[in-house]
């Protein structure tokens, strides 16, 4: 399975960004899908997790009402929209793909993802 984040770049606080991550490999809908992010000097923390089927999914309370997770699964993509972006929002994110076998829900913790992208960087400046 290999995951492949674009999307990233440096904005301005207040502006918004689309991340992809394209799927390779695996059955990509009967997956959950999540968002990760390290900033500089922090450990990786969650961000969002999407289920299977792009009807449910599960925020960090810091970006709830901000940032919006979508899936296509015809096109084995995961998407995050990023919106009114704050400087705390930086860091690269990460996409990750669940480890088998599915569970058809939201999950939340890292070791529930076995398949991770390269990542990909975002810079917001104040």
């Known amino acids: 399975v290999q995951l492949v984040e674009s999307g990233g770049g440096l904005v301005q606080a207040g502006a918004s960004l689309r991340l992809s991550c394209k799927s390779y490999?695996?059955?990509?809908?009967?997956?959950?899908m999540a968002w990760f992010r390290q900033a500089p000097g922090k450990q990786r923390e969650f961000v969002v997790s999407?289920?299977?089927?792009?009807?449910?999914?599960y925020y960090a309370d810091s970006v709830k009402g901000r940032f919006t997770c979508s899936r296509d699964n015809a096109k084995d993509t995961v998407y995050l929209q990023l919106t009114k972006m704050i400087p705390e929002d930086t860091g690269v994110y990460y996409c990750?793909?669940?480890?088998?076998?599915?569970?058809?829900?939201?999950?939340?913790?890292?070791?529930?993802?076995?398949?991770w992208g390269q990542g990909t960087q975002v810079t917001v400046s104040s």
């Open positions: 490999g695996r059955t990509f809908g009967d997956y959950a």
């Open positions: 999407i289920n299977w089927s792009g009807d449910d999914t």
């Open positions: 990750a793909s669940e480890r088998y076998p599915p569970t058809y829900r939201t999950l939340d913790l890292e070791q529930q993802y076995a398949h």
